[in-house]
């Protein structure tokens, strides 16, 4: 272990915002890991169980199922959807956009922060490059090209920055990925569960 501090320390002072932007990703790769599993946005079994008793007119009984699945995103997009039933199809639509447009920002928020650190983190490295570059320069010019132990100092800061800027940029390239794959799966699923809402609950519904 000190083996490593004494590694990374040699990279210089700009392993430190390198070291800080692994932890600000990291951070919020939890955090989104946490917020977009399934039983958060659309458990299993939910709009199959909701449509169920939409079709049937239980609609008493999918306003009781709205609310012990509060906690998941789509529950309380049929909730709202309950609460407007009756409305022409197009003024439904519209409210039920409204909030799955908000539930679906609530799903994205956080990865621009990975993003972001996936950027940051190379250009990083390479500024911790450029400052180990001219460090050896500043030796040439004083010292000469003999001196090779302290050319390779130079050398060796500028490799380890760009060596560590690489090792959080990667994962972090993939993390944003999988983060926006995953939005979008639970994106379209709940817009299965609107769309059982609309159907089931527009004025056109109701009246038939």
């Given at each position: 272990?000190?083996?490593?501090?004494?590694?990374l320390?040699?990279?210089?002072?700009?392993?430190?915002?390198?070291?800080?932007?692994?932890?600000?990703?990291?951070?919020?790769?939890?955090?989104?890991?946490?917020?977009?599993?399934?039983a958060?946005?659309?458990?299993?079994?939910?709009?199959?169980?909701?449509?169920?008793?939409?079709?049937?007119?239980?609609?008493?009984?999918?306003?009781?199922?709205?609310?012990?699945?509060?906690?998941?995103?789509?529950?309380?997009?049929?909730?709202?959807?309950?609460?407007?039933?009756?409305?022409?199809?197009?003024?439904?639509?519209e409210?039920?956009?409204?909030?799955?447009?908000r539930?679906?920002?609530?799903?994205?928020?956080?990865?621009?922060?990975?993003?972001?650190?996936?950027?940051?983190?190379?250009?990083?490295?390479?500024?911790?490059?450029?400052?180990?570059m001219?460090?050896?320069?500043?030796?040439i010019?004083e010292?000469?090209?003999?001196?090779?132990?302290?050319?390779?100092?130079?050398?060796?800061?500028?490799?380890?920055?760009?060596?560590?800027?690489?090792?959080?940029?990667?994962?972090?390239?993939?993390?944003?990925?999988?983060?926006?794959?995953?939005?979008?799966?639970?994106?379209?699923?709940?817009?299965d569960?609107?769309?059982?809402?609309?159907?089931?609950?527009?004025?056109?519904?109701?009246?038939?």
């Amino acid at each position: 272990m000190n083996e490593l501090f004494a590694f990374l320390e040699s990279g210089g002072p700009v392993m430190v915002p390198i070291g800080l932007a692994s932890l600000v990703g990291f951070g919020a790769l939890l955090g989104r890991v946490a917020a977009l599993r399934r039983a958060r946005v659309v458990p299993d079994g939910f709009a199959v169980e909701l449509e169920g008793l939409l079709q049937q007119g239980r609609l008493d009984d999918a306003e009781l199922l709205c609310r012990r699945r509060e906690a998941a995103a789509a529950a309380r997009l049929a909730r709202v959807a309950l609460q407007a039933r009756g409305r022409p199809r197009s003024a439904l639509k519209e409210r039920i956009e409204e909030v799955g447009r908000r539930e679906a920002a609530e799903l994205e928020r956080g990865a621009d922060i990975i993003g972001t650190v996936a950027a940051v983190a190379p250009l990083l490295g390479l500024l911790g490059t450029v400052w180990g570059m001219i460090q050896t320069f500043a030796v040439i010019q004083e010292q000469g090209m003999g001196v090779v132990g302290s050319l390779a100092g130079g050398i060796s800061q500028a490799l380890i920055t760009t060596l560590a800027g690489l090792s959080v940029s990667i994962p972090a390239v993939i993390s944003h990925r999988w983060v926006l794959a995953r939005v979008d799966q639970l994106t379209m699923e709940l817009e299965d569960v609107a769309l059982i809402a609309i159907d089931l609950l527009s004025d056109e519904a109701v009246r038939s």
